[in-house]
């Protein structure tokens, strides 16, 4: 059974960074992907982030390149999302997850999320 359990979420003002982290287990990640998602009050889920877990290729959402930055840590089993430039607009229900099937973000492995709060 994969497990995913996010920490590193809480309140920060606009402009600041903050570094969220994953811990996985329960399977091996070698030819899967990693991700964050977030989803916003009122909002539906979006992917921000994923990561390939062997060759650390990464991809992000226009909202966020060149502010976030995602990772993995392979011997620890680590994924990390690396806030910069905050903004208000990234105030959201943080969730790391990972596909069940292959390269499908169809249906996901979800951990319990991490709430971040951007003030203005």
């Known amino acids: 059974q994969v497990q995913l359990v996010e920490s590193g979420g809480g309140f920060l003002q606009a402009g600041g960074s903050l570094r969220l982290s994953c811990a996985a287990s329960g399977r091996t990640f070698n030819g899967y992907a990693m991700g964050w998602y977030r989803q916003a009050p009122g909002k539906e889920r979006e992917l921000v982030a994923t990561?390939?877990?062997?060759?650390?290729?990464?991809w992000y959402a226009y909202s966020v390149k060149g502010r976030f930055t995602i990772s993995r840590d392979r011997a620890k089993n680590m994924v990390y999302l690396q806030m910069n430039m905050t903004k208000t607009e990234d105030t959201a229900v943080y969730y790391c997850?990972?596909?069940?099937?292959?390269?499908?973000?169809?249906?996901?492995?979800w951990g319990q999320g991490t709430e971040v709060t951007v003030s203005s």
């Open positions: 990561i390939s877990w062997r060759a650390g290729v990464t």
């Open positions: 997850a990972a596909p069940k099937y292959g390269a499908s973000w169809a249906e996901n492995y």
